[in-house]
């Protein structure tokens, strides 16, 4: 009796623990496309979903989550914004922290080079479709000129008024520094200027979200072939944000444009028969302060996606190490840490929200800022 007990007790092993080995196992999924709808309010999307308004991110996140992502370290501003979502880094170590204050992302840092090195500059694709013509995809280098020069250029400037997108702000000052007597104006570059470099191709300053996702759905005809990342940057939530205010209907329009164009993407991956294979994850830089034209304070925004892992809330700093620990990288192998966790395991730093008032989000060496408008969803 006790030999039949012993012998159903291995047979029910070698049935069982492949089983559970399977059931517990994380599919590593072949590609990733980031959709960035740029200045998405929190609130402003669950009410488009309320409404029916946003199909393809319902969809989404009926199969995997719609999870909320608080700002809390660095400005509720493109630059900063999207510096932090690419790296995992808060701004002490990108030195990117806000749209003013800011410098190229050191070598090696963004998730386009870490895949890129993982699997071989030949064997995978990295590719950025990007709206925006400043603040974010623009790769302008470090630059120095001699102060003297700059003083003789101010007065022509003056007078003139340059055209720029909405929300842009001022340009950046540079920093003075001395060489053998000479005084410089010395600018930092964008900071995308380095992370540019390791990606197939880098589109930027399409500003329509049509030219953006077109854009996308060509790229995914061309390397279909081959695994790859795609980061598609939508702008135009954004720029209606600041010439409409935040509860116009202009502003609702391009949420809804940004969703279409996202359900076109998805729609693409189907007919290439790379959905299954595919993750898909659309979030924001920053949201938009209630009824407002600007984001001073706006560190509410969220993350949809079909990745049936993703399981907690979490912080901006999160999408990066998100996306590599899905890709398999080991995170622990890492240099300098990350300062974001992967939403797909529980965290082991404290998960923090943005407060309701207090100013912006936490940026070293600057004062308070304005306060929020709108609670958390």
């Avoid at 308004?53 to 199969?63: F, H, M, T, V, Y």
Wanted: glycine share 12%; proline share 6%; aromatic share 8%.
């Amino acid at each position: 009796m006790r030999g039949v007990w012993r012998w159903r007790m291995v047979v029910a092993l070698v049935v069982l623990v492949p089983l559970a080995a399977r059931g517990g196992a994380v599919e590593k999924p072949r590609n990733i496309i980031l959709i960035g709808w740029d200045g998405a309010q929190r609130n402003h999307v669950h009410e488009c979903l309320d409404r029916g308004e946003l199909p393809a991110l319902k969809l989404l996140s009926e199969e995997g989550a719609l999870v909320d992502i608080d700002v809390i370290t660095g400005a509720t501003d493109t630059k900063a914004g999207w510096s932090q979502i690419l790296t995992g880094y808060h701004p002490q170590v990108t030195g990117v922290y806000s749209n003013g204050r800011y410098h190229d992302v050191a070598e090696g840092y963004s998730v386009f080079e870490r895949l890129k090195k993982q699997f071989g500059p030949d064997q995978f694709v990295c590719a950025a479709v990007i709206g925006k013509s400043g603040h974010c995809g623009e790769i302008k280098p470090p630059f120095r000129k001699p102060l003297a020069d700059a003083e003789k250029e101010e007065p022509a400037a003056k007078g003139k008024k340059a055209a720029r997108q909405p929300g842009a702000g001022k340009r950046k000052v540079g920093k003075v520094e001395e060489e053998n007597g000479v005084k410089f104006l010395v600018f930092g570059g964008s900071p995308y200027y380095t992370m540019h470099k390791s990606c197939d191709v880098w589109d930027y300053g399409l500003v329509l979200n049509e030219k953006v996702g077109s854009r996308a759905i060509q790229l995914l005809d061309q390397y279909k072939d081959k695994p790859f990342f795609f980061f598609v940057h939508f702008a135009e939530v954004d720029h209606s944000g600041h010439k409409h205010g935040e509860n116009s209907k202009e502003y609702n329009d391009a949420l809804i444009s940004s969703d279409a164009w996202t359900g076109k993407i998805v729609a693409k991956l189907k007919e290439l028969g790379l959905y299954d294979k595919t993750l898909v994850y659309v979030t924001a830089d920053h949201g938009f302060n209630e009824g407002q034209t600007n984001h001073r304070y706006a560190p509410y925004v969220f993350l949809g996606t079909n990745d049936p892992e993703v399981r907690r809330a979490g912080m901006r700093q999160d999408i990066t190490p998100t996306i590599l620990a899905r890709f398999g990288l080991d995170l622990a192998g890492i240099q300098p840490p990350l300062d974001g966790e992967p939403l797909i395991q529980p965290a082991t730093k404290p998960v923090q929200k943005a407060p309701e008032k207090g100013g912006r989000a936490k940026e070293p060496g600057k004062g308070k800022g304005g306060r929020a408008k709108k609670k958390a969803a």
